[in-house]
């Protein structure tokens, strides 16, 4: 994998375009200095490492090169970014696939434009030394959950896999923060959620190994982290969505080539953001989910169809979204990143 995204950063182009026409915000159309375009990106939750490639594309200035004056900000989950965007609050979002359709669902206008996590991190995070091993093990464990989101509601679909039911663990529901808490105290077994994220927490914090229990290691793989635009600024400006899907992809692949680097170009830029070791833990757990068999070869945020129609059955057989509708009306393939 890293062989072909480093040959894709190296035939990265390097012309300039000036593009206008963007409302950065949500306000009016702006100039940007050197004739770049002003574009708000919201993350999907405060930065981590998975967001390296943003920070260093515009440190390198591969964002500048496609016409572009980056400007990143903090979100507070993947739900509130993607109707931020649908809402005119920003111009693009950093979110979950799941929550990013299940908006589209509920009339949120906004499209994937490029999904760059293809192999889902949801994944039962446990501690190496807890005696968990298997699926197995998990029989009359306690395990954190999160309500409602994607991990937690196809959780049923991966104990399925492996050959138990629901019934077969319990349950406890907590937020975020206090999943990382109740495994760190030792009140849960283990807890569900996005392995690139909190396991290298976890193990910074405890100084103990973290295993995961990855979803996709059953056979249950389904879409995670991408690129959303408004239909509004696809329909009105498709050249600057190409642009961004392409300097994002390009961003990707150079981060993938140079991991210190990436990760560097990150120091400072928020106060709430891990240290560095865990940055650069969080980043090389991502670059492993970047592709899928079906996307193998090809740079990043480049999309398989099959992959697409795999997310979707995924998805609506955990209730998370109907399902019903073309896959056009979710996914953008005129303006996601080419390659």
């Known amino acids: 994998m890293k062989k072909s995204l480093l040959g894709f950063a190296a035939a990265a182009a390097a012309a ?37 490639p943003f920070y260093y594309g515009v440190e390198k200035g591969i964002f500048k090169e496609h016409g572009i004056d980056l400007k990143i900000q903090a979100g507070q989950g993947s739900t509130k970014t993607a ?10 979002g950093w979110a979950d696939t799941p929550a990013v359709l299940a908006n589209i669902e509920s009339g949120v206008s906004i499209k994937s434009v490029g999904v760059f996590l293809q192999t889902t991190p949801s994944a ?5 030394d807890s005696g ?28 399925e896999a492996e050959g138990l039911s629901e019934a077969d663990v319990k349950e406890q ?34 100084g103990k190994e973290v295993r995961y229990l990855r979803y996709s290691d059953a056979g249950l793989n389904f879409y995670s982290n991408g690129l ?81 129609t795999a997310t979707l059955k995924v998805l609506s057989s955990a209730g998370l979204i109907d399902g019903g509708k073309p896959l056009g009306d979710y996914f953008d393939a005129d303006v996601a990143p080419k390659g």
């Open 173 to 206: 529901n907590l937020d975020a923060a206090g999943k990382v808490a109740a495994m760190l105290s030792g009140r849960v077994d283990g807890l569900i959620g996005f392995a690139h994220d909190q396991g290298p927490t976890i193990a910074a914090r405890s």
């Open 124 to 128: 039962v995070q446990v501690f190496a």
């Open 16 to 52: 300039t375009l000036a593009i206008s026409g963007c409302a950065s915000g949500g306000g009016q159309p702006q100039s940007g200095g050197e004739g770049l375009t002003p574009v708000t990106l919201m993350l999907n939750w405060y930065p981590y490492g998975e967001h390296a």
């Open 132 to 159: 968990i091993e298997t699926p197995a093990d998990l029989v009359g464990k306690t395990i954190a959950v999160s309500a409602g989101d994607a991990p937690t509601t196809t959780f049923p679909l991966y104990l």
């Open 83 to 92: 109707q931020a965007v649908g809402q005119g609050q920003v111009d693009f």
């Open 228 to 308: 959303v635009a408004n239909t509004s600024t696809i329909a009105d400006d498709p050249d600057l969505v190409k642009e961004m899907a392409e300097a994002t992809s390009e961003a990707f692949a150079a981060a993938v080539a140079d991991p210190e680097a990436a990760v560097g170009a990150m120091d400072g830029k928020d106060p709430q953001m891990p240290d560095a070791d865990v940055l650069l833990h969080q980043w090389q757990e991502t670059t492993e989910l970047l592709n899928t068999d079906a996307s193998k070869g090809r740079a990043p945020g480049v999309d398989a169809e099959e992959d697409w």
